[in-house]
């Protein structure tokens, strides 16, 4: 029996040794086993440690999901670098971001997805080597001092072990919104996704004879969490860029998949469709992340596959996952967010550090082997949301010296006797639509950068397939009589990925108003707008 993984990449190796033949991937039509992966992680780690990539230096991958997105995702790690997978969905202007952010030195791409990139490669003044996935048409022009390098070469390196790494070091940056603009880059260890496999693995009952549907963005952690627990148990993982709903129908029908994660968004669009009777012949599970399933959506995906078992899943990027509500509770609470996960303490805190009573609104605060190592280069943010546990709560003890950092939500929560916790609402501005958490500054800044507003606010409202919808208020600029409405939604698609873009824009007369601080006033316009529309 091989050891138990410790590292990110001993998941694959672990699995390769147990069960060299069974399929660990299946994409464009066919399988790879285990052995097979193995093989190709381990060439990919050789070829960037031919490239003299550091220990701890990072690789950037900027790829839907394809077989060479999930061996450079392993492979990095196995030579001792940390991965930095970067949305699909993502414009080239925000993949240059990240990739200065935390100082890409390899950037994994496809010929396609580079020529996007050329007007912005040289605002990247760490990037080094750039792999494409296949031979392009025509060598494309980088930056002075880029190398060019192809993925079959890369792979045909001589065999050479990576550097020494143990289960602290860090793995990957995962970017998420941040509440001030900026993505932030969460910073992960191999201890952090290999615990978080575990213990999702462990109450989703994951083993050899499962198939998971990744149907979401690797770069989220609830998608990179589809490889990490199916390669801790066994399972195949079938990779799917969907361009329409009916296309996952398809792939859970076609692949016999038994678990299926997804968001709210995704789902409700799912059950507006009829489903063919033979997925719920396989289909063992579903499970719920990135916002509240609302209770019609999951009426309905009940009444169609009666036999699969409703998961409900809270979790944050910060902590990867924090709880999940058993599906024999579901009836009796579908309204809960459920208890920790396995080997993770939840509390929920006053703003004194103290725990609350039984239903007394409080923080969800987070403790255990998956809080993460802070974000990325930002002190300042990192201490806001990555606080020292208090001395005498949850599992912490008066004699014990050295410090444990747990991870404050943000999120407003209430316990009740039983001990099932409920959600109540977010303390910041953040807006969670189509299961991305998208900053409304962010959203803000892309909308002055065009140049068609003189001032903007934008805000999250409810919506009932999106979660939140981005609605935005806006006022012409200087020297124009109105808002050019069409040109500025033309300019948020062209630098918005498709779900930050707002729903909808409404024209407002200038000044817009102000807080105390000077800044305009969110909240207020928020509830104004919201109260003409009830109105």
């Not at 995702?73 to 030579?79: E, K, T, V």
């Not at 910073?187 to 004879?209: D, I, Q």
């Not at 994660?261 to 489903?275: E, F, G, S």
């Not at 014990?400 to 407003?412: H, K």
């Amino acid at each position: 029996m091989p050891p138990d993984a410790a590292l990110l990449h001993d998941l694959v190796s672990r699995a390769a040794a147990l069960w060299p033949e069974r399929p660990a991937l299946t994409t464009g039509g066919r399988s790879l086993p285990y052995a097979a992966l193995q093989d190709a992680l381990q060439a990919f780690a050789a070829g960037l440690m031919q490239l003299n990539l550091q220990r701890g230096e990072r690789v950037g991958i900027y790829l839907e999901k394809r077989l060479e997105t999930v061996v450079a995702s392993f492979g990095a790690p196995a030579a001792g670098a940390v991965m930095v997978p970067m949305n699909p969905l993502l414009k080239a202007e925000q993949v240059a971001y990240i990739a200065r952010d935390c100082n890409v030195r390899v950037l994994v791409t496809s010929p396609e997805r580079l020529a996007l990139l050329a007007p912005v490669l040289a605002e990247c003044p760490d990037l080094r080597h750039v792999v494409l996935t296949e031979q392009p048409a025509q060598p494309p022009a980088l930056p002075a001092g880029v190398a060019l390098h192809e993925w079959a070469a890369l792979q045909a390196a001589p065999a050479r072990a990576g550097h020494r790494v143990i289960d602290t070091d860090l793995v990957a940056i995962l970017y998420t919104s941040g509440s001030t603009g900026r993505p932030k880059g969460v910073v992960l260890s191999h201890r952090n996704m290999v615990a978080g496999a575990k213990s999702v693995a462990s109450y989703l009952g994951n083993g050899p004879e499962d198939t998971l549907l990744a149907a979401l963005p690797l770069s989220f952690d609830a998608g990179f969490s589809q490889l990490t627990t199916a390669f801790h148990s066994g399972a195949r993982v079938v990779l799917l860029n969907y361009l329409l709903p009916r296309d996952v129908l398809r792939a859970l029908e076609r692949e016999r998949v038994t678990g299926l994660t997804a968001v709210p968004p995704l789902y409700i669009q799912l059950t507006q469709l009829d489903w063919p009777a033979a997925i719920g012949e396989h289909l063992r599970y579903f499970a719920n992340t990135g916002g509240r399933m609302p209770r019609q959506t999951l009426d309905a995906l009940r009444a169609r596959v009666p036999r699969a078992r409703p998961y409900l899943m809270y979790g944050l990027t910060e902590a990867f996952r924090s709880t999940y509500l058993p599906p024999e509770e579901v009836d009796r609470r579908p309204d809960s967010i459920g208890k920790a996960i396995p080997n993770a303490e939840i509390l929920v805190l006053r703003e004194d550090g103290s725990e609350c009573g039984v239903d007394e609104p409080g923080e969800l605060v987070h403790r255990g082997a998956l809080v993460g190592q802070g974000y990325w280069g930002d002190a300042e943010k990192t201490a806001e949301r990555y606080k020292l546990l208090p001395v005498g709560i949850g599992g912490r003890q008066t004699g014990q010296m050295l410090p444990e950092f747990a991870v404050f939500s943000g999120d407003t929560v209430r316990r009740d006797a039983e001990g099932f916790l409920y959600f109540v609402g977010r303390r910041d501005e953040m807006m969670k639509t189509s299961g991305y958490r998208v900053s409304p500054t962010e959203v803000e800044e892309v909308l002055y950068a065009t140049g068609l507003v003189g001032e903007c606010v934008a805000f999250g409202v409810e919506h009932e397939s999106l979660g939140q919808a981005i609605q935005v208020i806006a006022t012409a600029p200087e020297g124009a009589s109105a808002l050019d409405l069409e040109a500025l939604l033309a300019q948020c698609r062209q630098r918005m990925p498709a779900y930050m873009v707002p729903h909808g824009i409404e024209p407002a007369a200038g000044p817009l108003p102000r807080n105390p601080n000077g800044k305009i006033d969110r909240k207020l316009l928020a509830t104004q707008w919201g109260q003409r529309q009830a109105g």
